[in-house]
């Protein structure tokens, strides 16, 4: 690096999967160069435009949105999105003057990196699936760096410009302490001579894992000897509320949103969980043991791969969207007593966790700096 004011452009968003690892690199980044000036570009109306300046940030929106995948208008639309994108990422980038641009994914991060690259602004993408998305492929023709969290990236992009770093997590999320369990026992007011299990619909919520909880709720909940933190989402969290009026368990604890995670993993002997790429980063860290139902509304079927990544090598469980609201939280029962499957599992992942990954990304940014 050699400025001592380095300018950089983070972009993308869409989901907290997005945002938090963005947040985690422009941290290390100001950790590194405190005098770092960090301007992120999201996509207009979603989750970064808050998350984002919450955080301490500035950032700008970008009009692009996702093709739908039912027949809808809003697909006719989407070309004059991409142009009037293209066009304000341009005069963003002509206004800022970045020295470099990274892309973490989500809709924002195809025009942003798209226009930095032809303006010769050297280029990171940080992909954190197994599977690398069509955007990404596309754009890792252009980007000077491509740091990855699995090995085998190679079939994807350029073997000479990929970076094995893992992805950037929270730095709360570490295998707990005993002191930490019984923290996280007194803070979520669980019972802690009882199992738990954590179920994690993400930031915006997962249909299916609620209505297996809902099921489960009314079918076996009042009988279990074992309890439920149960992470519904702000999507969800009205219909999860209305229902559980008149259903209130003492075993069940549900929210919309998780404030803090970690001590939600420190009580968890068992998580449910979507199979988005930074949430199964944090698991392997944190030594869970886990069921992932990978999501089936993502591009290529990525969360699939993902889970499918520690499964083949015994470090999680997997079951299928379409058939989790009959079998799930049964799967779940099934493994909470099972002690030596579980010590397996969490073994395994610990393996593939990886700590230092936003350190590590925010060096390889600052690298690029001409």
């Not at 207009?44 to 435009?49: A, D, K, L, P």
């Not at 699936?129 to 955007?135: D, I, P």
């Not at 980007?143 to 970076?163: H, L, N, Q, R, T």
Request: with cysteine.
């Amino acid at each position: 690096m050699s400025k001592s004011k380095p300018r950089i452009i983070i972009s993308g968003g869409g989901t907290g999967g997005h945002i938090f690892p963005a947040l985690s690199i422009a941290g290390a980044i100001r950790e590194r160069v405190p005098e770092a000036e960090i301007l992120f570009v999201g996509a207009e109306g979603r989750m970064e435009m808050e998350r984002v300046p919450q955080a301490g940030y500035e950032i700008k929106g970008l009009p692009v949105a996702g093709l739908q995948r039912k027949l809808s208008l809003a697909n006719f639309a989407l070309p004059f999105k991409i142009l009037k994108s293209i066009s304000m990422a341009k005069e963003i980038i002509r206004e800022f003057k970045p020295d470099v641009a990274v892309g973490v994914g989500g809709y924002a991060s195809a025009p942003l990196l798209w226009s930095a690259s032809g303006m010769k602004i050297p280029c990171l993408i940080q992909e954190q699936n197994s599977y690398a998305g069509l955007t990404n492929r596309i754009l890792s023709k252009k980007a000077d760096k491509i740091c990855v969290a699995y090995s085998g990236m190679d079939k994807f992009f350029p073997a000479e410009k990929i970076i094995l770093t893992g992805n950037p997590i929270r730095k709360e999320i570490k295998p707990p302490t005993e002191a930490e369990r019984a923290e996280g026992y007194d803070f979520y007011e669980l019972n802690p001579n009882k199992k738990t299990i954590f179920v994690v619909g993400g930031s915006l919520g997962s249909g299916t894992l609620n209505k297996a909880m809902k099921k489960w709720v009314a079918e076996k909940g009042a009988n279990a000897d074992y309890q439920v933190i149960w992470q519904n989402g702000k999507y969800y969290s009205s219909d999860i509320a209305e229902y559980m009026k008149e259903r209130e368990l003492s075993n069940v604890k549900h929210f919309d949103f998780i404030r803090r995670m970690d001590l939600a993993y420190a009580v968890a002997d068992v998580v449910i969980s979507r199979a988005g790429a930074g949430t199964i980063s944090e698991l392997c860290v944190a030594g869970k043991a886990t069921i992932f139902v990978p999501s089936p509304n993502v591009t290529e079927d990525h969360q699939t791969h993902n889970a499918m990544a520690l499964v083949d090598k015994e470090a999680a469980l997997m079951v299928r969207d379409d058939i989790a609201e009959e079998i799930l939280m049964d799967t779940a029962e099934e493994l909470l007593s099972d002690s030596a499957r579980i010590r397996k599992l969490e073994t395994n992942a610990l393996k593939l966790g990886r700590k230092g990954a936003a350190e590590e990304i925010a060096a390889e940014v600052l690298s690029l700096i001409r």
